[in-house]
């Protein structure tokens, strides 16, 4: 039965500020406890994005005026075309494993995709879990290939019907190529 006595457990999005960066910095450590590498290679990715000024969208969740989720969206090259072909990658999408199951990755992919349309983005990539990122439209994409992808996983979402679909290599930032 519904108690509307009952404390509402707020989650606010919001863009990332400068006084985010250790506590993003937490939140991917704790969401890739189990792969501490990787962990922190995805940290030295964000930090890499962020110095070169390429985060085109970083957002954070917060629940009682603490990080508990963070994703960030990146220009990348497709088929030879420049990273302003306004086709962005999702990466890392990171949420703390306590706050998980609640809907807080969830709304950061959708809040992330919606600031990409107001930006004028035509598409975003994603690396990820066909099961997962399926809820928001994203398709495996036969005409883009990313190298080293296993099958399957590289996923696509236009998100300007009108604008023309590239094709071929999916080149994310330098930023990606740490180690």
């Known amino acids: 039965m519904f108690d509307p006595h009952a404390p509402v457990d707020i989650v606010t999005l919001r863009d990332e500020r400068a006084r985010d960066v250790d506590a993003i910095g937490?939140?991917?450590?704790?969401?890739?406890?189990?792969?501490?590498?990787?962990?922190?290679?995805?940290?030295?990715?964000?930090?890499?994005?962020?110095?070169?000024?390429?985060?085109?969208?970083?957002?954070?969740a917060e629940r009682d005026d603490r990080v508990i989720g963070h994703i960030a969206f990146s220009p990348v090259a497709i088929g030879g075309a420049s990273p302003d072909s306004r086709w962005y990658a999702l990466a890392p999408l990171?949420?703390?494993?306590?706050?998980?199951?609640?809907?807080?990755?969830?709304?950061?992919?959708?809040?992330?995709?919606?600031?990409?349309?107001?930006?004028?983005?035509?598409?975003?990539v994603v690396l990820g879990d066909p099961a997962y990122y399926a809820r928001f439209g994203f398709a495996p994409c036969s005409d883009l290939a990313l190298h080293g992808a296993p099958a399957g996983r590289l996923l696509a979402l236009a998100l300007d019907a009108h604008a023309p679909r590239p094709s071929g290599d999916v080149r994310y930032h330098d930023a990606f190529d740490l180690g």
Do not use: K, N, Y
């Open 94 to 124: 990171a949420v703390r494993p306590d706050c998980r199951r609640q809907s807080v990755g969830a709304g950061l992919v959708r809040t992330g995709l919606d600031a990409l349309r107001r930006l004028g983005a035509h598409g975003c």
């Open 26 to 60: 937490r939140v991917i450590a704790a969401a890739f406890a189990g792969e501490p590498q990787q962990g922190q290679r995805e940290r030295q990715i964000v930090d890499a994005l962020r110095a070169a000024g390429a985060l085109g969208v970083s957002l954070v």
